[in-house]
């Protein structure tokens, strides 16, 4: 590749500038000191993401890690396993830090693209026997990261945290692209997390702010939540200039998803034309693709770093998958000449 060629960086929409907007409210933010709870941007960015949700408060966190982490600490106790798919984020990109800070253990069940069902929960809830770790907690990921961006039909998440009140165990969220869930189904995000006791979601993904996530609930739960990010180090103090920019992230990034999906969707439809490589385009429902070198002389690995090498960034998810993440700042041309570069590369890889 030309040194003076544009990289197409499909790694992740992790990978995101903010906006001119976000750098211009980043510097004239007025801050103060979010430990003592001065810090009034800060302030405001959590009372917006509440009333978004619906919900009493929320918490500023560092990431969507520790926001997920957070809540499974303030929602469980020693000993107590907690239900999540096999893929999840939290059991697969969170080393083990519900064993470690928690004291919990995690109770993997599998699903379909990420998509587990009620009754496979239900079976999963041990009866009460005192020699048997109980569940404590339930953990949903929507949309689902491995699963290809794939969303919890609204009926199912009703389903699932009805059997949650019924059974009294409480019912996190790990929402980090909530958003483009909302978006894809033309939803309010509070319609979609409805039932939970706390939702984490993050700023720094579609939403193109630099750094931090939210984590929502009640009163009492994020109050416990301020106690649990200081035990992690995410106690912080002039935070308003990124806060400043979670504000302008939620104001003004969400409606601009659909252009992200629309992208993913372009991908797919050109991916499924291309020889060696395979996807079910009707799959992509968000900003995320997932395809496989099932007819090519290399692997995911091999693919990727082919891909790479001529400007195309992407990530390989194991030996036989290769992850692509549309965002704001890949645009239909680039997803175009995405397609020519891996039409080239797969060419020469044919088996």
Known sequence: MKKEEKLIDLRSDTVTKPTPAMREAMMKAEVGDDVYLEDPTVNKLQQIAAAIFKQEASLFVPSGSMGNEIAIHILTQPGQEVILDEASHIFNYELSTMAIFSGVLARPIRGRRGIIDPEEIKQAIHPKIYYISPIGLICLENTHNCGGGSIYPLELIEAITSLARSEGIPIHLDGARIFNAAVA???????????????????????????????????ELIEKARIARKMLGGGMRQVGVLAA?????????????????????????????IKGLRIDPSTVKTNIVIFHPDGLKADAQELAHQLNSRGLLCNPIGPLSIRMVTHKDVSREDILKALDIM????????Q
């Open 185 to 219: 189904l033309n939803r309010e995000v509070s319609e979609l997390t409805k039932g939970f006791d706390t939702i984490m979601f993050c700023l720094s993904k579609g939403l193109s702010a630099p750094i931090g996530s939210m984590l929502v609930g009640s009163k």
């Open 343 to 350: 039409e080239s590369v797969c060419a020469k890889l044919l």
């Open 245 to 273: 920019a979670g504000l302008v992230a939620l104001e003004t990034m969400v409606d601009r998803l659909k252009i992200d999906h629309q992208n993913a969707a372009l991908l797919a439809e050109g991916i499924c034309r």
